[in-house]
């Protein structure tokens, strides 16, 4: 299957990513494709926030809203944001293209 959107993610020195992205893998696949630090220990399962991302605030209200099962998971993190989201629960669909997401501090 080809790409369908190009997603940014800027990692913790502020270095950008542009990496191409094709329908239905997730945020957690495609940074750790990439050799980012998303390290997504359960393989989606919402269990261990490895896959923390933080949703750039114009694209927030753009992504499908969080799950009782994901907002358990984030509210685990020391260091959520306003805009944390879970890498595997953010599925890559055309209408992403663009989007834009940072890794958070550690
Ligand atoms: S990969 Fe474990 S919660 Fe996302």
Do not use: Y
């Not at 805009?83 to 958070?104: F, N, V």
């Amino acid at each position: 299957m080809s790409a369908i959107a190009t997603i940014i993610i800027v990692d913790q020195s502020g270095a950008e990513h542009r990496i191409t992205a094709k329908q239905g893998e997730t945020v957690m696949q495609i940074g750790r494709a990439a050799g980012l630090p998303i390290i997504g220990e359960c393989n989606g399962s919402m269990a261990c926030a490895t896959c923390h991302v933080i949703v750039a605030p114009a694209w927030a209200d753009r992504l499908p809203p969080i799950g009782e099962d994901e907002d358990a998971t984030l509210d685990t993190l020391f260091n959520l944001s306003p805009t944390s989201r879970l890498g595997c629960q953010i599925e890559i669909t055309a209408a992403l293209d663009g989007l834009e997401l940072s890794l958070p501090k550690r």
